[in-house]
């Protein structure tokens, strides 16, 4: 069994930049694939990012290409989603996920690949 916290989640501009944390208990954690998705009101829970275990590989949604970045410190049992740019239609409920059956990013990049998730963090961005 694995338990994602989620921190980092916050009120901000558009225009600015947030670091949302993921941390894992166990002592698996560099064999998870890792992701970040989000859940805006009203809407479904979407893909933003990936990395797989490693670290190696990375896949984003399109929406955030280029202002968002994930990455992953191993040692420490957390996964990062750096949020630049941030623009209002970022605003959601930001979840993290682990996946203990699944490494690559094709199939990270799906919902239904992912065994646990985290409670999530919410992220408003005001215009």
């Known amino acids: 069994q694995v338990q994602l916290v989620e921190s980092g989640g916050g009120l901000v501009q558009a225009g600015d930049s947030l670091r949302l944390s993921c941390a894992a208990s166990?002592?698996?954690?560099?064999?998870?694939?890792m992701g970040w998705f989000r859940q805006a009101p009203g809407k479904e829970r979407d893909f933003v990012a990936t990395?797989?275990?490693?670290?190696?590989?990375?896949a984003y949604a399109d929406s955030v290409k280029g202002r968002f970045t994930i990455s992953r410190d191993n040692a420490k049992n957390t996964v990062y989603l750096q949020m630049n740019s941030l623009k209002p239609e970022d605003t959601a409920v930001y979840y993290c996920?682990?996946?203990?059956?699944?490494?690559?990013?094709?199939?990270?990049?799906?919902?239904?690949?992912?065994?646990?998730w985290g409670q999530g963090a919410q992220v408003t961005v005001s215009s």
């Open positions: 996920a682990a996946s203990r059956r699944y490494d690559g990013t094709w199939y990270l990049s799906r919902r239904a690949s992912y065994d646990y």
């Open positions: 990395i797989t275990a490693s670290g190696g590989s990375t």
């Open positions: 166990g002592r698996t954690f560099s064999s998870y694939g």
